[in-house]
């Protein structure tokens, strides 16, 4: 098969499409040939040696795809060759084709091409462990999402809408924000301009829950905009990996402070992908499936112009996800 490769560690230019060895489904698993891949900002991190997968999964970036079931491991029951999926992957999606954990596959609907269906699996993991399965957000609460115009973003507005909660997003533009609104958003903040601590106080008496790409620069008045028993969730470094945290704040509002991955998380067992998995395909995939939740592809390019795509999502220009196309779908 053909993966994208890296010659060291460096910008876009170090990724080249070059011959690989063909993936071999174990136990479990299954062997996919990619549709499409999305592209992720620890994609990014991987490409510039700063993340690297865990122990045992490929070497070769991607963390999600779609495309169709081409071999069946031992022990596999539920999924049969032919199917169309989108995987969840600890590495290995900028390929022709990747294995995955049966575990980890969810069913593409009918309608949805598997370009689009490659933009679902990291995104939909992890809106969902974080706002649901972590922070426990349910409806009539406020959620502040930041980076509203990415591909997390503009997921977590649509399922923290199907939950009934209040959504307010932070974006670097009018027209970012204007396309969060029409996604469900009801409080729009720029935060070029304007300060997301008053205007979460302005709308409430806080966030019960806020989901945080920041990390360090945004530690102190992210801990300033929770309500009461509110909860914050940091799931990027964006703005550094190490800040001052204010525990007499945080006590105060009696709040909790959470900080999580996907990628890196068991297989199977307790908070594992395979449970996440899980619990997407039970409550979320049906919203899916009816279209009341969307994909939102800013732009799919040929797996060939990986680095141009690496390139567009560092620019910081995109509204939702990148996706890279493998072959015709």
């Not at 169709?68 to 032919?82: F, K, N, P, S, T």
């Not at 269906?117 to 969902?128: C, I, N, Q, Y």
């Not at 406020?142 to 503009?154: A, F, K, P, Q, Y």
């Not at 112009?305 to 509204?319: I, K, M, P, Q």
């Amino acid at each position: 098969m053909r993966a994208i490769k890296l010659n060291g560690f460096g910008g876009p230019e170090v990724m080249a499409w070059a011959d690989a060895p063909d993936p071999v489904p174990g136990h479990g698993e299954v062997l996919i040939e990619v549709a499409a891949a999305g592209v992720n900002r620890a994609d990014l991190l991987q490409r510039q040696g700063n993340y690297p997968p865990p122990k045992g999964a490929s070497e070769v970036i991607g963390l999600e795809c779609s495309g169709i079931i081409a071999e069946l491991g031992d022990g596999v029951r539920d999924w049969q060759v032919g199917d169309r999926v989108c995987a969840l992957l600890s590495g290995g999606g900028y390929a022709e084709k990747v294995v995955a954990p049966a575990s980890q596959l969810l069913p593409v609907p009918d309608g949805l091409d598997l370009g689009a269906a490659a933009g679902l699996p990291e995104v939909a993991a992890t809106v969902w462990s974080n706002l649901v399965m972590t922070a426990g957000l349910r409806a009539g609460q406020l959620v502040l999402i930041h980076g509203g115009g990415s591909g997390i973003g503009t997921h977590a507005i649509q399922v923290a809408r199907s939950l009934g909660a209040r959504v307010a997003v932070t974006a670097g533009s009018t027209e970012k924000l204007r396309r969060c609104a029409e996604l469900g958003a009801q409080v729009l903040i720029n935060y070029r301009d304007d300060d997301f601590v008053a205007a979460v106080h302005a709308e409430d008496s806080g966030a019960d829950v806020i989901l945080d790409n920041m990390g360090a620069a945004y530690l102190a008045r992210n801990i300033d905009a929770l309500a009461n028993f509110g909860h914050l969730v940091v799931i990027g470094m964006q703005g550094g990996a190490t800040g001052e945290l204010n525990l007499g704040a945080l006590l105060r509002k009696w709040g909790t402070v959470h900080a999580t991955n996907v990628r890196n998380r068991p297989a199977t067992g307790h908070g594992s992908k395979a449970a996440i998995i899980a619990e997407v395909h039970r409550h979320l995939w049906p919203l899916v499936a009816d279209g009341t939740i969307a994909p939102v592809i800013h732009a799919e390019l040929p797996i060939t112009e990986a680095g141009e795509a690496h390139r567009l999502l560092e620019s910081g220009d995109t509204f939702g996800k990148v996706v890279l196309q493998v072959r015709d779908s």
